[in-house]
């Protein structure tokens, strides 16, 4: 699925963001379009062993919903699920605790969204938590509220900071997509805007803008519909992966273009290529059920966007 091209650094393009009226228009096909989700998968420390901690926010016209998942390398067909409805009108589960059993050990997980904010995404953009409590210690906090969360637990955080190896994300649009990732340092994440341009007398091209500022631009997509670059966020290089041939080829009535993005120093290509294809299927390469006492090796982190193109 992706070749190993030879990534080039490339310089900003002048290209203005589009205007409020364009978004609005391009979420207007979105609000029709079918389920979108955002899933977050992390490494954390609970039950004395790396665990994968997968979070799945997932919205529809009718259902609206949030899954927290605990693999559990004992039994690997029966992983311990937390499932939270949160449709406007189910107030009284915005609120609660779960219990869980991982490995004989006990799991408590507690989570508050009366309060939460949405915008466009599944995943509330403020005034939420969701805490995993194992051993007498916080071992994951997902939302901005974690002071709110260590008062309602009344347990410490861990001595072991949870590692956040990949999110996934599928948004719908028409030629517009628009998402948040943590590309660059510091602790916010970063706007991520992809416009394309498919019809018309021209041939095909895409943008891709950061922060509001372009970074790149992929001309003549029919022959370049698979390919890879190089651009710079904050100083930190960051490795785009790009397969939009269902755009172009993909006569059904909707088809995604697939984007990776790999912050870090690069490294070869077909290293490269082989971390994409395992940040797919959520598979950092490594054995992730280590003691923390015994691994060393920090995964490294990686945003996949399905950019679903509705007409």
Excluded at 51 to 73: G, M, Q
Excluded at 92 to 114: A, C, N, P, T
Aim: hydrophobic share 35%.
């Amino acid at each position: 699925m992706l070749n190993n091209l030879e990534g080039a650094a490339s310089p900003n393009i002048p290209r203005p963001p589009p205007s409020a009226e364009k978004q609005k228009e391009n979420q207007a096909t979105t609000d029709n379009a079918a389920q979108c989700s955002v899933t977050s998968i992390y490494r954390a420390n609970i039950a004395d062993l790396y665990r994968k901690v997968t979070a799945t926010w997932c919205k529809s016209l009718v259902n609206h919903s949030f899954t927290i998942n605990v693999e559990n390398p004992s039994d690997d067909q029966n992983h311990c699920t937390c499932k939270i409805d949160l449709r406007a009108w189910q107030f009284w589960g915005k609120k609660g605790l779960k219990s869980l059993e991982v490995d004989g050990k006990r799991v408590d997980i507690y989570w508050d969204f009366r309060q939460a904010k949405f915008s466009s995404s599944p995943e509330p953009c403020s005034d939420y938590y969701v805490a995993i409590v194992s051993e007498e210690e916080v071992a994951l906090v997902l939302g901005d509220m974690k002071i709110d969360a260590f008062k309602r637990t009344k347990k410490r955080p861990s001595l072991i900071d949870p590692t956040l190896m990949c999110k996934k994300e599928h948004i719908c649009g028409k030629k517009l997509f628009c998402s948040k990732a943590k590309l660059g340092e510091g602790k916010q994440e970063n706007d991520i805007m992809i416009e394309n341009s498919l019809s018309g007398p021209d041939d095909p091209e895409m943008w891709v803008s950061i922060d509001g500022t372009a970074v790149i631009r992929i001309m003549n997509l029919h022959w370049r519909f698979r390919g890879n670059e190089i651009f710079t966020v904050n100083k930190t290089p960051v490795q785009i992966f790009w397969d939009v041939h269902d755009w172009l080829y993909n006569s059904s009535g909707s088809s995604h273009g697939l984007f990776i993005f790999t912050p870090g120093a690069p490294d070869s290509s077909a290293h490269c290529d082989s971390e994409a294809k395992n940040c797919i299927n959520g598979d950092d390469g490594s054995n992730i059920y280590d003691s923390p006492r015994e691994s060393k090796s920090i995964p490294k982190f990686c945003y996949v966007l399905y950019a679903w193109k509705t007409e």
